[in-house]
């Protein structure tokens, strides 16, 4: 079955040290990639998205992702975490050829950035 | 320019009685979602619109929900009669269909129902 997988429930880091936050992905072949960011309150908004070409991939905020094949991930990264980026991050994929409703997310990430 | 507006931001409601959401796309989008999220499951897609015409409504839990988008301003997403295991936070989103299958959903701030 297709799924999403982010390993990590909640992660704590100190403000300005670097982030990585995983997405595995189960899928017969290799879907559209998205990650997503929730605010406390506040809608999902994309941060970045993998279709193809180039597989690291930037976003916006400075959050960059990399796309590797071999190991079906699509992990979130930022070399200095701001305060600001305290949030939920959600890891989406949606499969080729597939439409819009496709969109199958994991169950997110809570980011907490400790001063 | 305007988000995903949504209505009402929080609603709170006693088991059995209905509960109506709205959501107004974003101008000039021709696809709409309705996404329920709970700590439990997560971000559950409920149904999407293309063109104000259903297409996939596998999501929806059970006959209690119904869903409608009379025209591309405007949706709705009513429960009744509802539960508290309808508590949860649904969202709206919306996007343009573009040539490729997929593209950049924009969400509301979302309706916090409580069932109590």
């Known amino acids: 079955a297709q799924s999403v997988t982010q390993p990590d429930i909640h992660i704590t880091v100190s403000e300005g040290a670097s982030l990585e936050l995983r997405c595995n992905y189960s899928y017969g072949a290799t879907p559209y990639l998205f990650w997503y960011v929730q605010s406390p309150g506040q809608g999902l908004q994309l941060l970045l998205k993998?279709?193809?070409?180039?597989?690291l991939v930037q976003g916006i905020k400075g959050f960059e992702a990399e796309f590797k094949r071999s190991q079906s991930s699509f992990n979130l990264r930022k070399p200095s975490v701001h305060w600001s980026d305290a949030a939920e991050y959600f890891c989406a994929v949606a499969p080729r050829g597939g439409s819009q409703g496709n969109l199958i997310f994991g169950k997110g990430t809570k980011l907490s950035v400790k001063p | 320019d305007a988000g995903v507006i949504q209505s009402p931001r929080h609603e709170v409601t006693e088991m059995g009685q209905e509960v109506t959401l709205r959501c107004k796309p974003i101008s000039g989008h021709n696809s709409l979602f309705w996404y329920r999220q709970t700590m439990m499951r997560g971000l559950e897609l409920l149904i999407y619109?293309?063109?104000?015409?259903?297409?996939?409504d596998s999501g929806m839990p059970e006959d209690r929900f119904s869903a409608k988008m009379p025209n591309a301003s405007f949706s709705t997403l009513k429960i009744q009669p509802s539960e508290p295991r309808d508590s949860a936070v649904y969202f709206c989103a919306s996007s343009f269909r573009q040539t490729a299958p997929t593209g950049e959903l924009f969400f509301g701030e979302g309706s916090r129902l409580t069932v109590l």
């Open positions: 993998y279709f193809s070409g180039d597989t």
């Open positions: 619109f293309n063109n104000n015409v259903p297409i996939d």
